[in-house]
């Protein structure tokens, strides 16, 4: 099943200005090198968050983030929790959800977060959810 990626309209929008200022700082100054860093400054922000989506598969959960892709096995994922961390991720949410896994963490932020969870609940068996209505998963031997 794919997860669609949460966007907040803050974050997409500091990346656009970050797009779009050194674009108008080139245009202004007809300035060659100013292009070219308006142009670095996209590909860099496009090539590492967009597309953002998170799938999982039979084996491992799929996390795609624009150039990268990682592929993480179920049966290493020891935690999958909400999280309120401002750590430096390609999460373009602070909604974000954090995967522990093989002694790593990852954030990301799905965009429903409840049916992430379920999905993940159900191909993980040795995860378990410590109450209902509760979006907290943990490995079962602590």
Do not use: N
């Not at 929008?13 to 090198?33: D, I, K, Q, T, Y």
């Not at 989506?53 to 150039?67: I, K, N, P, Q």
């Not at 909400?82 to 799905?110: H, N």
């Amino acid at each position: 099943m794919r997860h669609r990626a949460k966007i907040d309209w803050w974050i997409a929008l500091a990346f656009l200005a970050g797009m779009v200022l050194p674009s108008v700082s080139a245009f202004e100054r007809s300035s060659p090198w100013m292009y070219g860093v308006s142009v670095f400054m996209a590909l860099l922000l496009l090539g590492f968050c967009v597309p953002q989506w998170y799938e999982t598969t039979a084996d491992s959960l799929v996390v795609r983030s624009g150039v990268t892709t990682r592929r993480i096995p179920f049966s290493t994922i020891t935690a999958v929790r909400p999280s309120s961390s401002t750590q430096s991720s390609f999460a373009l949410s602070m909604d974000r959800v954090e995967v522990g896994y093989g002694g790593k963490t990852l954030i990301i932020a799905p965009k429903d977060k409840e049916a992430f969870f379920a999905d993940i609940g159900s191909r993980a068996p040795h995860l378990s959810r410590p109450g209902l209505g509760e979006a907290v998963m943990f490995d079962r031997t602590g």
